[in-house]
């Protein structure tokens, strides 16, 4: 299968690989799985409580060079959006940026639900 | 459900596969949406003989084999081509426990909107943590642990794959009750996580 040069490149160079403290009650985490293939993402973000930005994002995944791609790709564009605009982020620009293949696009719908499920997490645990 | 007895189309002989008939070795001409089980001749049922599945598989691409039809008429020649297709497509379905499961499910769950990517409880974050201590096993190439983690999973798979039986015939009893279709859907997602763990400690 043909890599495009951006996945190849996010797959051996991939931004943000690591992890956020999870109990800092400014992180939200999403971990979320694609059932055809039994890739396992995990995305974290980084909030600032009083301007609703997304200051730092970090991910780690186990999965195909289009997951880990895709799921790089999520952490650098969340970076200084607010979470409005990071909720908004669809998987169809992912795909279109990384050129993925139709057989690899539920790579990018993983990482636009990582990001959903990270702000979600975020959105839960600081109004608990 | 009992499986269908359909006759040949050329004899009038009853046919185990509707695929050929083997008192006449003629092939049939079938409609493309006959379902795997259908094609061997078996009820949508989960147990199957494994050894008569095998036997069968044989005698089928023995008997439709394109080779045997080279001097045969384009239709005929076409016909054995399609339907060693299909024969081949529902052979390498039902012959292994874990497809044969999915496949059972897809055609009982038509139309029943089962959560299909319903996992159970806590399983993501332990597929998670199992991911990376693999990475730092086999970063630090502690053999042991591998295979110990390799055992484990695989009891597990070996496991899972017993309960199908018990589920798909409890769902036989009770075919009103789609929340077993709902466990097997279940399982069967949990499944995937299991085996890619699986083929990265074994391909490694």
Not at chain 1, 56 to 82: P, Q, Y
Not at chain 2, 36 to 62: A, T, W
Not at chain 2, 86 to 107: D, F, G, H, V
Not at chain 2, 175 to 202: C, G, K, V, W
Request: contains cysteine; negative net charge; aromatic residues 6%.
């Amino acid at each position: 299968m043909a890599y495009s040069e951006k996945v190849i490149d996010h797959y051996n160079d991939p931004r943000n690989v690591g992890s956020l403290d999870k109990k800092d009650e400014n992180t939200g985490t999403g971990l979320v799985g694609a059932p055809e293939c039994g890739d396992v993402m995990k995305l974290q973000i980084q909030v600032n409580p009083d301007t609703n930005e997304i200051v730092d994002a970090k991910f780690k995944t186990f999965g195909c060079g289009s997951a880990i791609a895709s799921s790089s790709l999520a952490t650098e564009w969340v970076k200084g959006k607010s979470i409005d605009e990071a909720m908004s982020i669809k998987n169809t620009e992912i795909v279109e940026e990384l050129s993925l293949p139709p057989v690899k696009i539920h790579c990018s719908v993983l990482a636009e639900d990582a990001i959903k499920a990270a702000i979600s997490d975020y959105r839960k645990r600081s109004e608990g | 459900m009992a499986s269908e007895h359909t006759s040949c189309q050329s004899c009038g002989d009853s046919l185990i596969s509707p695929l050929f008939c083997f008192s006449c070795n003629s092939l049939q001409t079938v409609s493309d949406d006959i379902d795997h089980f259908k094609v061997m001749g078996l009820p949508h049922c989960f147990e199957i003989d494994s050894e008569e599945l095998e036997n069968l598989y044989q005698r089928l691409s023995l008997g439709m084999h394109p080779d045997f039809f080279g001097e045969a008429p384009e239709k005929q020649k076409l016909l054995s081509e399609k339907s060693s297709v299909m024969l081949n497509a529902a052979y390498s379905i039902l012959r292994e426990p874990s497809s044969r499961a999915r496949y059972l499910l897809l055609l009982l769950a038509r139309e029943k909107n089962l959560q299909t990517d319903a996992l159970p409880e806590g399983f993501l974050q332990e597929m998670f943590i199992f991911q990376e201590s693999l990475d730092e096993m086999l970063e630090s190439g502690d053999q042991s642990a591998l295979c110990k983690m390799n055992e484990d999973l695989q009891n597990r798979h070996t496991f899972n794959e017993s309960n199908y039986g018990a589920l798909f015939k409890k769902f036989e009893n009770s075919p009103e009750n789609h929340e077993i279709l709902q466990q097997l859907q279940t399982q069967l997602n949990a499944e995937r996580y299991l085996r890619r763990l699986l083929d990265r400690i074994n391909s490694e």
